[in-house]
C-alpha cells in the first residue's frame, strides 16, 4: 500500500473511532437506563416465592390496580398496551417459580380479544418484551431494534435521555402499580376519539389467536389450583356510551364460553355506578390513584374472595 493509501486509511479511523466510541457509550447508556419492563421483571422476581394474586392485562390494570390494597400479597404484571400474547407467555415463563400463586385477575377490555400489540401502532414494544422479558412474538421481525437499543429507543429520544436524563419510573412501585395523580380532561369528545382508536385497533383474525392464548393459559392455571376472574375495570361514561354493542356481545359470548369451559368468573366493572366521579379517573377510560385505591379495595372485597383458591 502506496503513502496516500496508509494516509487515507489512518483519517478514516481517526474519523470513525470517535463515532465508534459514541456508539457503544450510547448503546450501554440506552440498556442501564430504567423502563417499566425492566423494573417490573426484578421486582416480580424479588417476590416470585410470595406472590398470590396476580393481575395481568394492559394499561387499564397498570394504572388502575394497586396489589397493596390486597388482604393477599398481590403483584401488578400488567403493562402499557399488553395483549393477551404477552399475559400468556409471562404467566407461562414464571407459573412454576410462584408456588404461592392462588388467583389471577385479567384483564378484559373492550378491545382485547381483537387486539394483538404485534400489528398495532406500538408494535416497537413487542423488541422490549424480547429484549428484557425474554419472549418473543411468533411473527416478530429480528430487525436492527432486537439488537441495538439506540435503533429500538430512536436516536431522537437517545439524545433526549443523553441531554436531559432519562425518566426514572419513580411512579411504579415495588407491587407493579403505577401511580397517576392527574391527567387529561374527561369529555365525551374525548371519549368518542377513544373508542374510536379502539376500535381501530380490533382486527377479526385475531379473536381466533387470544382465545387459543387464553385457553392455553386458563388450563395451565386451572391446572395448577389457579382461580380467575376475567374483570373489566370502570370507564367513564364519556367512553362507554360510545361502545359498539355488536362488540360487547360478541366478547362476552366468548368471555362466558371460556369461564365455562375452565372454571373462571366474569366481573364486569365497566360501567359500575361506584365509579361515576370524574375525580376518580386520569381520562375517559383510565382510573387514577384515588381511584385505583377505590377498585382495588372492590376487587380484593369481591373478587378475591370468589377466585382465591387455597
Given at each position: 500500500m502506496d503513502h496516500e493509501g496508509r494516509t487515507f486509511l489512518l483519517r478514516s479511523a481517526l474519523f470513525l473511532l470517535p463515532l465508534l466510541l459514541l456508539f457503544v457509550y450510547t448503546e450501554s447508556f440506552l440498556r442501564n437506563i430504567p423502563s417499566t419492563y425492566g423494573i417490573k421483571k426484578s421486582a416480580l422476581e424479588r417476590q416470585l416465592k410470595d406472590i398470590e394474586v396476580l393481575a395481568l392485562g394492559a394499561s387499564h390494570t397498570f394504572f388502575g390496580v394497586d396489589p397493596a390494597l390486597f388482604s393477599r400479597k398481590g403483584f401488578n404484571l400488567a403493562d402499557q398496551s399488553q395483549s393477551f400474547f404477552y399475559d400468556n407467555a409471562l404467566v407461562k415463563k414464571y407459573a412454576k417459580e410462584m408456588p404461592q400463586l392462588r388467583c389471577v385477575l385479567l384483564?378484559?377490555?373492550?378491545?382485547?380479544?381483537?387486539?394483538?400489540?404485534?400489528?398495532?401502532?406500538?408494535?416497537?414494544?413487542?423488541?422490549?418484551?424480547?429484549?428484557?422479558?425474554?419472549?418473543?412474538?411468533?411473527?416478530?421481525t429480528l430487525d436492527s431494534r432486537a439488537y441495538s437499543y439506540l435503533m429500538l429507543y430512536t436516536s431522537q429520544s437517545a439524545l433526549g435521555y443523553l441531554l436531559h436524563g432519562a425518566p426514572s419510573w419513580s411512579e411504579l412501585d415495588e407491587t407493579g402499580w403505577y401511580r397517576v395523580d392527574v391527567g387529561s380532561p374527561v369529555t365525551t369528545v374525548r371519549g368518542k376519539e377513544r373508542v374510536?382508536?379502539?376500535?381501530?385497533?380490533?382486527?377479526?383474525?385475531?379473536?381466533?389467536?387470544?382465545?387459543?392464548?387464553l385457553r392455553e393459559m386458563l388450563s395451565m392455571l386451572k391446572g395448577r389450583g389457579v382461580g380467575v376472574g376475567i374483570v373489566s375495570p370502570p370507564t367513564n361514561e364519556a367512553y362507554y356510551q360510545f361502545l359498539d354493542p355488536s362488540?360487547?356481545?360478541?366478547?362476552?359470548?366468548?368471555?362466558?364460553?371460556?369461564?365455562?369451559?375452565?372454571?373462571?368468573?366474569?366481573?364486569?366493572?365497566?360501567?359500575?355506578?361506584?365509579?361515576?366521579?370524574?375525580e376518580l379517573f386520569r381520562d375517559n377510560d383510565h382510573l387514577n390513584a384515588l381511584g385505583a385505591e377505590k377498585f382495588s379495595t372492590i376487587l380484593d372485597k369481591e373478587v378475591l374472595p370468589k377466585i382465591c383458591h387455597e
Open positions: 384483564d378484559a377490555s373492550y378491545f382485547s380479544l381483537g387486539y394483538e400489540l404485534h400489528d398495532s401502532p406500538e408494535v416497537w414494544r413487542d423488541y422490549f418484551y424480547y429484549n428484557i422479558w425474554g419472549v418473543r412474538h411468533p411473527e416478530l374510536a382508536y379502539h376500535s381501530g385497533l380490533i382486527r377479526e383474525e385475531n379473536y381466533a389467536k387470544n382465545m387459543e392464548y362488540v360487547e356481545r360478541k366478547n362476552e359470548a366468548l368471555f362466558g364460553g371460556l369461564c365455562q369451559a375452565y372454571g373462571c368468573l366474569r366481573f364486569d366493572y365497566s360501567r359500575d355506578g361506584r365509579f361515576t366521579a370524574l
